[in-house]
């Protein structure tokens, strides 16, 4: 099964092809950090994650490149409001500079406690402002720039094809363009490249450039660190869904108008989370979110987000509700927990990894990322009469994609003396036929976080795996 991806270029899925033959350039776009990520935003790293194991359980060999957005992204998305970044320092009495630091720290802790493989290469934007400043002299001598008071605009209709991400209909494009008012703009969907620091201010993050002092536009950083890092490797671009009508969009334009080169041949937007009772989560709503208050703590471990995501299809939103993690934390101590009672039975051997059941489960993944489809080939395997020692060697092959450290969670554990004690008690109960008193003694282990089971060769008893932290 070859892998099939859904391409938002063409709207379909089709056969993932790469550039240079085994070898995978995959750019994602990464956090602006004024704030911490809301879970929102880490559904959508969640998902990209999984796409990276999946291309490295098909051995590709993936380079990986995350931006950090720590300057010009501003309030609105179309070049008005105000920069996050400083309007983050205002609100914290803290530098521009503190804030991203701060910010990009608590984002590389999420995505850890989320088991999500950091990507090869981080840029900062403020460490690639030559780069930008160079793409934006080249847009220039191609005349695809024009100055306003406020800063250095690319002139979208000089572009062709540029709702070719959105399939948007121009005309409503730029209607819709037209809410944030900017009267110097060509066209409403012209977008800042280079903006002016305003007259008389001085900005905490700005730099010298051929237009003046100021600070680069969003868009240009993911353009410029993209080509810098990724070269000719421009097979994976990668963002959520809210990304594909200006962001995105706006990416391929400058880049392809730069290079008159097809920017990127894959792109790939996970969908949003919903909070119960239809709201979409946004960054710029006050109350949101985040990994430590919406689990940590609560006291559960934020695995059961990772494993909560692989059950709606990352092209589908998802719904976020006090049930569906709930749901999501058992399902999750029932899988640790046959997994744990997997690896007991072997014996902690592996047996070979059984083609038929990888087969099924690359089949699932291979189809666009269907996790939902995976998990059940998961659940079927563990159900099935194969050997445990071959389970086990499944479990730590499916893991690679899974990245829920099943077996980390199965290693072997002394039971603590007041378990064991009653487990002898209870054996004792049971030589002497004493049902009521061994079921007596099952009920104290199991409340002291223990499973019992009574199998042909005796009693076993195994920790119940907590997804509280
Ligand atoms: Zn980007």
Not at 99 to 122: H, M
Not at 396 to 407: F, H, N, Q, S, T
Request: charged letters at 30%; a negative charge.
């Amino acid at each position: 099964m070859k892998l099939q991806l859904y391409n938002s270029l063409d709207r379909k899925k089709s056969e993932f092809i790469t550039i240079h033959p085994g070898k995978v350039g995959l750019y994602t776009c990464g956090p602006t950090v004024y704030n911490f990520a809301h879970i929102g935003n880490l559904r959508t790293y969640i998902f990209e994650d999984i796409l990276k194991r999946i291309l490295l359980y098909n051995d590709y060999q993936v380079k990986h490149v995350m931006n950090i957005t720590d300057v010009g992204h501003l309030t609105g998305d179309r070049d008005m409001g105000e920069d996050k970044m400083e309007k983050g320092a205002q609100r914290e009495g803290r530098t521009a500079w503190e804030i991203a630091e701060f910010y990009t720290q608590a984002f590389k802790s999420d995505i850890e406690r989320l088991n999500i493989l950091e990507p090869d290469i981080w840029v900062k934007a403020t460490d690639t402002i030559d780069d930008q400043i160079a793409m934006i002299k080249i847009l220039e001598e191609k005349e695809y720039c024009y100055q306003t008071a406020d800063g250095i605009y690319f002139d979208t209709s000089r572009f062709k094809n540029y709702t070719r991400l959105s399939h948007q209909d121009i005309e409503s494009l730029r209607e819709g363009a037209r809410v944030e008012k900017n009267p110097e703009k060509r066209n409403a969907t012209d977008f800042a490249l280079w903006k002016f620091s305003p007259k008389g201010v001085r900005r905490q993050m700005e730099w010298d450039s051929p237009w003046g002092i100021g600070f680069p536009g969003w868009h240009i950083e993911c353009s410029a660190m993209s080509m810098k890092y990724l070269d000719d490797q421009l097979d994976i671009h990668c963002g959520g869904t809210d990304h594909i009508d200006v962001h995105h969009t706006n990416e391929i334009a400058q880049s392809e108008a730069a290079t008159d080169k097809k920017f990127f041949n894959f792109w790939m937007h996970g969908a949003f989370l919903i909070i119960a009772g239809g709201k979409k989560m946004a960054k710029s709503e006050d109350n949101f979110l985040t990994l430590d208050n919406a689990f940590v703590k609560k006291g559960i471990n934020p695995l059961v987000y990772r494993f909560a995501a692989f059950q709606t299809h990352y092209r589908k939103p998802m719904e976020y509700s006090d049930e569906s993690i709930l749901a999501a934390r058992n399902g999750l101590q029932h899988l640790q927990n046959q997994v744990r009672q997997v690896v007991q039975n072997s014996a902690r051997q592996k047996g070979a990894v059984i083609e038929e059941y990888k087969t099924k489960f690359l089949t699932a993944i291979n189809d666009d990322l269907n996790m939902p489809r995976a998990l059940a080939v998961v659940q079927e395997m563990l159900k099935s009469q194969i050997p445990d020692a071959e389970k086990h060697a499944l479990i730590e092959d499916y893991d690679r994609v899974l990245g829920l450290g099943l077996l980390e969670g199965a290693k072997p554990e002394e039971l603590p003396d007041d378990v064991s004690k009653l487990v002898a008690e209870r054996q004792a109960a049971r030589d002497a036929k004493d049902w009521a008193a061994s079921d007596r003694l099952r009920d104290a282990i199991q409340e002291l976080g223990y499973v019992v089971q009574d199998t042909k060769d005796g009693i076993k008893v195994i920790k119940n795996f907590d997804f509280a932290l």
